[in-house]
């Protein structure tokens, strides 16, 4: 199907486990960015990315590792989670930068334990 | 650097009612844009409108104006005759040319229209 799909939507984990949220788009846009959104913080950007193998911090980076091998893909890996990390995370493509309009997953809710 | 200021956090209101949704930025760039989004309960995000540094006009579509005031560095939304379907949670969002356009969004205003 065409479009941005974010996988898992619901993950349950504990403390110290390592989580990879995945995404992917099928309009071969150039970026793709991820959120987080919190009670009271809105969206924060964590990283984005112009283009395969280009990524870059956003806001809110640490605890984070993106890779982007393909163009279609942006998976978000929390190395290590912690609690502060229980959050609903959203993928996001856009044809150029954040200047365009951002076509936005449905996002994928994270608890972890 | 860029921030996205929208101080109501939540507003209440009663179908047919108008309401104005605030938006302050923060810039040091000539070059940027301003956006709203619109995340319903079902929880998706919606894009609503873009509107670059060097247009100040002001928008309608249907119900929804948007009121760009570089001289005061506002982009505010107003509603006119509310209906519930209206009740969501709208976004103010800020990208610059200085920071490579990233996306920055302002922490949101839930919206509720009562019937």
């Known amino acids: 199907d065409a479009g941005i799909t974010q996988s898992p939507r619901y993950k349950i984990t504990e403390t110290g486990r390592q989580v990879t949220l995945m995404c992917h788009q099928t309009?071969?846009?150039?970026?793709m960015f991820w959120y987080r959104q919190d009670l009271g913080h809105g969206l924060r950007l964590i990283y984005y990315?112009?283009?395969?193998?280009?990524?870059d911090k956003g806001e809110v980076p640490d605890g984070y590792v993106v890779s982007r091998s393909k163009t279609e893909n942006f998976p978000l890996t929390l190395e290590s989670a912690t609690r502060s990390q229980t959050s609903v995370y959203f993928c996001?493509?856009?044809?150029?930068?954040?200047?365009?309009?951002?076509?936005f997953g449905a996002g994928s809710r994270l608890t972890v334990l | 650097a860029q921030k996205v200021t929208q101080a109501q956090t939540e507003i209440s209101v009663v179908e047919k009612e108008d309401v104005t949704l605030d938006c302050v930025y923060e810039?040091?760039?000539?070059?940027?844009?301003l956006f709203w989004y619109k995340q319903p309960p079902s929880g998706e995000l919606v894009f609503l409108i873009r509107?670059?540094?060097?247009?100040?006009q002001n928008e309608i579509s249907g119900r929804y104006s948007w009121n760009f005031q570089k001289s005061t560095s506002s982009f505010n939304f107003t509603i006119t005759a509310s209906q519930v379907v209206d009740s969501a949670v709208y976004f103010c969002?800020?990208?610059?040319?200085?920071?490579?356009?990233?996306?920055?969004f302002g922490s949101g205003t839930r919206l509720l229209v009562r019937p």
């Open positions: 996001a493509s856009s044809t150029s930068s954040g200047a365009n309009v951002l076509t």
């Open positions: 509107r670059n540094s060097f247009d100040e």
């Open positions: 810039t040091r760039d000539t070059t940027y844009y």
């Open positions: 309009w071969s846009h150039s970026y």
């Open positions: 969002a800020l990208s610059e040319a200085g920071s490579s356009y990233k996306l920055i």
């Open positions: 990315s112009a283009a395969a193998d280009i990524t």
